[in-house]
Structure formats: structure tokens, C-alpha cells
Nanobody, 113 residues
């Protein structure tokens, strides 16, 4: 069992950056793969990026080259650095402990054009 708390969402202009954080209540090294997902209104939840225990990343094609996922195992925190944001990135972003199938409560990201 794990609790995940996201932070860092907000309103940003197109082209701007935003960094999301996900703080876990237990060791993320022991959990293994962590991920960021998003869900826009009327759409299914989709994978944005995942990162393995040893920090090997995997990205959705739509965010490659713009988003960077990272983790700090000592702080039990996962990050999502989002650059060159587009209006179509607007969604609720969720942190997930992938191997445990636990989700955070989500944080809203809104990109204005």
C-alpha cells in the first residue's frame, strides 16, 4: 500500500514550463516503476511517461522531447518536467505506482493558447 500526493499543477501559457512532483509515503525504490498519466475531459486516461527503478524512462510519442521524468529515490519523489507546453497537454495529471496499481488524486494542468 502507498499514498501518492501530486503537486505543481496550475495554469500556464503555451510554450511555458511546469514541473509536477509526486511524493510517496513509502520507498519508491522498493515499489519499482513509477509513472505519470493524464486524462483530458472526454478522453481515456493515457500514459505520459514511466520510469523504472534504475531510472530508465519511457515516453508517449506526444511528449517525447518536451517532457522529462525523473525520480529521487532518497526523497521518495517522482518528477515530471514539462517544457514547451501545448493547449492539448491540458488534463488532470496522475502519479501511479505502476507495479502496485496505486494512483494519486491528480493535479490539474491547464495550458492557455
Amino acid at each position: 500500500q502507498v499514498q501518492l500526493v501530486e503537486s505543481g499543477g496550475g495554469l500556464v501559457q503555451a510554450g511555458g514550463p511546469l514541473r509536477l512532483s509526486c511524493a510517496a509515503s513509502r520507498s519508491i525504490f522498493s515499489i519499482g516503476t513509477m509513472g505519470w498519466y493524464r486524462q483530458a475531459p472526454g478522453n481515456q486516461r493515457e500514459m505520459v511517461a514511466t520510469i523504472s527503478r534504475l531510472s530508465n524512462p519511457n515516453y508517449a510519442d506526444s511528449v517525447k522531447g518536451r517532457f522529462t521524468i525523473s525520480r529521487d529515490n532518497a526523497k521518495n519523489t517522482v518528477y515530471l518536467q514539462m517544457d514547451s507546453l501545448k493547449p492539448e497537454d491540458t488534463a488532470v495529471y496522475y502519479c501511479k505506482a505502476v507495479t502496485l496499481e496505486y494512483w494519486g488524486q491528480g493535479t490539474q494542468v491547464t495550458v492557455s493558447s
